[in-house]
């Protein structure tokens, strides 16, 4: 009787134990990424590996300029509500393996690659093409596609055993790039939202050639298990367009572009308004300068940001749902300007099967959707509210 008393209490004991250590594992798990977003800022290249050279500069040295200035603007505008993991903050060589594993360790909630465009020395095209493209990862559907994502890719042949490393993925075959056909689905509307954002901007923003939006197997892309593009701001091969790429103030309007549209996916992912991108008007420094000249100010504007740019508490988590109303599909996605959107703003997109369903606003209650479709209504009379959670259709 004892003994059986005794073991009553031991395991009311152990019980017990295993429920307060429950709870202090579930306390020392981290939030889901509800109040922080996390984004992973690579620069392409770096080291040892150039990327594409051109006359007066490097590919490799854009590109970490480039994604400095963004970190660091958008850090500013969100203070702790975002953190910006680099892939690297210095000139030095990473593989495409080890990007791929810091964006994985720190559970990014978005991967956004840097990289400055080039064509081949033989190609005719060379001193005159132009333009800015984002790509998201997929199968190419043109020569063009293919070409970039497999120069991009080679960098991987300067690591000791890639053909172990990359498990036989071979950067300079076109049968390798197969993989990628059926790989992007689970992140691709969110992928193609923000390169589609990033992509406008480039143009509007930065003054870019629009060379648009645009799907190839970058491997990088692949390994990172979130939603990711992959941006070439421009090509290093065209004299004028490697002055821009250059130029301190090129660097400044890239970066405001791709901030911009980081802004507002960031903002609208974890439930606040979007803060200004400060933009810097000293253009006659270098960028590293221009640079510390901003940390320095952070102190003497801070009093200021507090008002200014004070956040508002946090409306809806990620993995809430928002509600919004769905007025059209599309089998292609649509410019801002679309005749099809019979000017409606405040659009948006999500994915569905290969297919673009396009809705309007965007509501923590369904009763608010509800009460705005009326108006939808008046132009597209087939409006319905929908449901949506992480970029996904759920009941209402
Ligand atoms: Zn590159």
């Known amino acids: 009787m004892k003994s059986i008393k005794f073991s009553y209490i031991l395991f009311s004991c152990l019980v017990s134990l295993i429920v307060i250590l429950s709870n202090e594992i579930k306390a020392a798990t981290p939030k889901p990424a509800g109040k922080q977003f996390v984004l992973v800022l690579d620069a392409g290249h770096g080291g040892k590996d150039s990327g594409a050279v051109g006359r007066i500069t490097t590919e490799k040295t854009i590109n970490l300029d480039v994604s400095l200035l963004v970190g660091r603007k958008l850090e500013k505008a969100f203070g702790d ?46 001193a005159t093409i132009k333009g800015a493209s984002v790509y998201t990862l997929g199968l190419h559907k043109s020569a063009d596609n293919l070409d970039v994502a497999q120069r991009e890719n080679a960098v991987m042949t300067l690591d000791d055993n890639f053909e172990e490393t990359y498990e036989g993925f071979d950067p300079h075959s076109a049968e390798s790039y197969i993989i990628f056909e059926f790989s992007q689905n689970l992140h691709m509307a969110q992928s193609v939202r923000l390169a589609d954002e990033i992509q406008n901007r480039l143009i509007t923003e930065a003054g870019r050639a629009d060379r648009g939006v645009r799907q190839a197997g970058f491997w990088v892309l692949w390994a990172t298990g979130m939603p990711s593009v992959l941006v070439e701001l421009d090509f290093i091969c065209n004299p004028d ?63 200021l940001e507090s008002t200014e740019t004070a956040q508002p508490e946090v409306k809806v988590q990620p993995s809430e749902k928002v509600y919004k109303i769905q007025f059209l599909t599309s089998s292609k996605k649509l410019r801002d300007s679309a005749p099809e959107l019979k000017g409606l703003k405040n659009v948006d997109f999500y994915m569905d099967h290969n297919v673009y369903k396009y809705t309007y606003g965007s509501y923590s209650k369904k009763d608010e959707a509800q009460a705005e479709l009326n108006n939808v209504r008046k132009t597209f009379k087939e409006a319905f509210v929908i449901a949506l959670r992480d970029g996904k259709r759920v009941d209402l």
């Open 81 to 126: 509500k975002l953190k910006v993991v680099y892939t690297r903050d210095k000139d030095k060589y990473l593989s495409l393996m080890e990007r791929a594993k810091i964006a994985n360790k720190s559970h990014g909630n978005f991967f956004v690659s840097i990289h400055v465009n080039s064509l081949d020395k033989r190609n005719r095209n060379r």
């Open 241 to 303: 367009q490697e002055k821009f790429l250059d130029s301190s103030e090129g660097k400044e309007k890239m970066a405001n572009a791709i901030a911009g549209a980081l802004s507002k996916y960031i903002a609208s992912t974890i439930g606040v308004a979007a803060p200004a991108i400060e933009k810097n008007t000293r253009t006659e420094n270098r960028v590293e300068e221009a640079l510390k000249t901003q940390a320095v100010e952070v102190a003497e504007d801070e009093v």
